[in-house]
């Protein structure tokens, strides 16, 4: 083992994912460095929200690796065998990778403040005030600071999304994933929710952005990643790959969503 | 008039609202018949509880406080509520046993559910009642290997542990069901988003999906536990002394049955009213987050007028 220049945050190399006996992710090479923002693009059904998925482990892989900051995900090295890590070690690699879910999957029982301090004091065993003021911080960053003590079910679809990805936030993350984080929300909705993960890139934040916002992916990626039936078709910066597609399938993909 | 957001309902003020036009309501008749029809029989029953002296009140209320009456009162009491703390913590864990991965752990709870709930209660209750006819000695050890303690079943198994086995187990048995159907109605999104935060399976369960599933488990559990008041008076068979046992006890030296009968009767309709009154409270506290109307008491409902233009119950949030 030699020691290297700091490791790409992401790397996924030959990523393959089974559902039962349907292939579904075929041999995915990616590497995301530290602070870009990646977008994958891609008809539905070509398995970017599965590889998604795969990162933080909610879906176990088949064949391949990947490796979040240089380490393995859900599983050791020792020698040349893959040893399964338990619960509460994925737990705690999983805790330094926020998620936000196109559903958003706000805890309904629990106030907006409730949700953000949850896993904090959980999880890290943080100091209740500490969090609380970390997410009053985090709710005024995203706009809703006047909503601290609301249930999730009293807010509209983009301020749920916005608080799902504060509260994705306050377990200080160092990546950020994004599964289609506005394709459940009313179309004028849309822009707040871009408009924070916007602010959230500028600020440097390592993100993996699965979306079909074609507009968001020119104007913050860093990479775009276009993904058909289960494997990369071509990555590039955004001037490449939406300006300038060389593959036809990206092509005819674009051509129907522009 | 100024609106100034008029796609939103509720937030001109009363000024803005226009005089309600006149409605003349449908005419139902046959809820009048019936109403009617319901008023009569309630006199008639009121009546005769009035007249027949056969209901000899006096009787029924001067054994209402009576010592041997109170005593077979806490009994009841004691067996509902050991009966139940068993069969909730066995429905918890059969029901947590039945979703597991482990095919051998999803069996035995399966079985276990299929045997409580495939024999009568009653027979289970005489079963335990006699266990140290099947098992004299029971003994606690290595498997194939040495004992380590043993005594004998007549003594271990005394009415009351058997009452509790039996009545315990057997509630088990249903609240298992009771308890999955309730995990089940949790957004499986739940528990992704909480262990994408880091969190862990207990923890999961514990903060997120226990807590969601208790609107769906509180209100059967309530009828369970009332059944449960009830069902304690089988276990007069096997000579515990509860509520039944004991007026029975009392009718058999005096004949008065039909008072006495009032009397238990009378001790488990408050009874009852009383855990109905708990099971409000409960289901109120674990509908937070939720933003549909609860249902209103029945007497509210009663004394409410009649308003054809009424507003669907305002929005309250909890």
């Known amino acids: 083992m030699t020691a290297t220049a700091t490791p790409p945050m992401v790397e996924a190399i030959g990523v393959h994912k089974y559902y039962g006996s349907n292939l579904v992710v075929k041999g995915i090479d990616l590497s995301v460095t530290q602070g870009e923002v990646m977008c994958l693009l891609g008809p539905s059904g070509s398995g970017k929200s599965t590889f998604l998925r795969c990162i933080n482990h909610l879906e176990k892989i088949n064949a391949g690796t990947i490796r979040v900051a240089g380490e393995l995900v859900g599983y050791r090295q020792h020698n040349d065998r893959l040893h399964e890590l338990r619960d509460a070690e994925i737990a705690t690699r999983r805790s330094e990778i926020g998620m936000v879910f196109q559903q958003f999957n706000l805890f309904p029982h629990m106030t907006v403040l409730q949700n953000l301090i949850e896993a904090p004091v959980l999880v890290r065993r943080e100091k209740a005030a500490e969090a609380r003021a970390r997410a009053r911080t985090l709710l005024e960053r995203v706009g809703l600071a006047d909503k601290a003590d609301a249930y999730p079910r009293s807010l509209s679809g983009g301020q749920q999304q916005r608080v799902a990805i504060a509260r994705a936030l306050n377990m200080r993350p160092k990546l950020m994933l994004f599964d289609e984080p506005t394709s459940a929300l009313d179309p004028e909705l849309v822009g707040e929710v871009l408009d924070v993960m916007r602010d959230l890139a500028a600020d440097g934040m390592t993100m993996i952005v699965v979306t079909h916002e074609i507009a968001f992916a020119r104007e913050v990626a860093d990479t775009v990643t276009f993904m058909d039936d289960g494997v990369v078709v071509e990555s590039g910066t955004p001037a490449e790959v939406l300006g300038n597609p060389r593959h036809p399938r990206t092509q005819s993909f674009l051509a129907k969503v522009l | ?318």
């Open chain 2, 1 to 318: 008039m100024k609106r100034s957001d008029p796609g939103v309902l509720g937030t001109h003020t009363a000024a803005d609202v226009p005089e309600p036009p006149k409605v003349v309501p449908v005419r139902r008749y046959g809820q009048w018949v019936t109403t009617v029809v319901l008023l009569v029989i309630t006199v008639l029953v009121i009546r005769s509880l009035l007249t027949n002296p056969r209901f000899q009140w006096d009787i029924v209320f001067s054994y209402f406080l009576n010592g041997q009456v109170l005593d077979g009162l806490v009994t009841t009491i004691v067996l509902t509520v050991v009966a139940m703390a068993v069969g909730v913590v066995m429905g918890v864990l059969m029901a947590l046993g039945r979703e597991s991965r482990n095919p051998v752990v999803s069996g035995a709870a399966a079985l276990y559910i299929g045997f409580f709930r495939g024999t009568p209660l009653l027979v289970q209750l005489i079963f335990w009642f006699n266990l140290a006819a099947l098992y004299p000695v029971l003994s606690v050890g290595i498997p194939f290997g040495p004992t380590l303690a043993s005594g004998s079943a007549n003594t271990l198994i005394t009415p009351m542990v058997a009452a509790i086995l039996g009545l315990g187990l057997n509630e088990g048995a249903y609240m298992s069901e009771i308890v999955r159907a309730g995990l089940q109605s949790v957004d499986p999104g739940q528990t992704q988003a909480a262990h994408a935060l880091g969190m862990r399976k207990g923890q999961v369960f514990r903060r997120i999906v226990l807590p969601q599933a208790m609107r769906v488990i509180i209100p059967p559990t309530g009828n369970e536990t009332i059944a449960m008041l009830k069902t304690t008076s089988l276990v007069s068979v096997i000579a515990i002394p509860e509520l039944l046992f004991q007026v029975q006890a009392i009718y058999s030296r005096t004949y008065q049955v039909i008072p006495l009968l009032i009397t238990v009767s009378l001790w488990y309709l408050l009874l009852t009213a009383v855990l109905s009154t708990g099971q409000f409270y409960l289901e109120r506290h674990f509908r937070r987050g939720d933003l549909r109307p609860a249902e209103k008491p029945f007497l509210a409902r009663l004394l409410a007028r009649r308003d054809p233009l009424a507003q669907p119950a305002e929005r309250k949030q909890v």
